[in-house]
T-cell receptor, first 115, second 110 residues
Framework: DTEVTQTPKHLVMGMTNKKSLKCEQHMGHRAMYWYKQKAKKPPELMFVYSYEKLSINESVPSRFSPECPNSSLLNLHLHALQPEDSALYLC??????????????FGNGTRLTVT | GIQVEQSPPDLILQEGANSTLRCNFSDSVNNLQWFHQNPWGQLINLFYIPSGTKQNGRLSATTVATERYSLLYISSSQTTDSGVYFCAVESYNQGGKLIFGQGTELSVKP
């Protein structure tokens, strides 16, 4: 079982809906990440949080809004998404970001479909 | 930015066979990781290996940082090894920006 827990596992939403993806880890990691993965493609980095502060935003559209309420939790708020945003959204964590010996641990992902 | 190339893109093996997957990268790195994504989408970290050699059971990995490549060896393959293997790298001072290669899709037949 993964030590990074993501909910929900599946989500179907309309283009006018507002929803949130949730991620939780209890490994004491201080860096958390959101990745997006389309079918048959590698994961693409969206956001990095380091010590609960946003440190990297890979020019992600504002309809995706990350939030890190504390060191164990990471949310991704979704609003006015487009069908092309349908993908697997992966959360990950590591001891630190950008430092030695910090392997990335992924959750099982949320499979999002935008109708 | 840094480029990551993995080869081969696809690989079909008979159960019990050995294989070598390769990852080339275009710049010096302080972070290199190998992942396995199973058919259900779960991504598992196999190795954190910016340099040197590591072994974990039937899997081993070697990174030659000066020549900018890494190899993942799978011995005595099993059907459960099927899935996509990704190499991911980070250049120095990138604050955690790990860049994934396109992956090698492995299918192990019984």
């Amino acid at each position: 079982d993964t030590e990074v827990t993501q909910t929900p596992k599946h989500l179907v939403m309309g283009m006018t809906n507002k929803k949130s993806l949730k991620c939780e880890q209890h490994m004491g990691h201080r860096a958390m990440y959101w990745y997006k993965q389309k079918a048959k493609k590698p994961p693409e980095l969206m956001f990095v949080y380091s010590y609960e502060k946003l440190s990297i935003n890979e020019s992600v559209p504002s309809r995706f809004s990350p939030e890190c309420p504390n060191s164990s939790l990471l949310n991704l708020h979704l609003h006015a998404l487009q069908p092309e945003d349908s993908a697997l959204y992966l959360c990950a964590s590591s001891h630190f970001s950008g430092q030695d010996n910090s392997p990335l641990h992924f959750g099982n992902g949320t499979r999002l479909t935008v109708t | 930015g840094i480029q990551v190339e993995q080869s081969p893109p696809d690989l079909i093996l008979q159960e019990g066979a050995n294989s070598t997957l390769r990852c080339n990268f275009s710049d010096s790195v302080n972070n290199l990781q190998w992942f396995h994504q199973n058919p259900w989408g779960q991504l598992i970290n196999l190795f954190y290996i910016p340099s040197g050699t590591k072994q974990n059971g039937r899997l081993s990995a070697t990174t030659v940082a000066t020549e900018r490549y890494s190899l993942l060896y799978i011995s005595s393959s099993q059907t459960t090894d099927s899935g996509v293997y990704f190499c991911a790298v980070e250049s120095y001072n990138q604050g955690g920006k790990l860049i994934f290669g396109q992956g090698t899709e492995l299918s192990v037949k019984p």
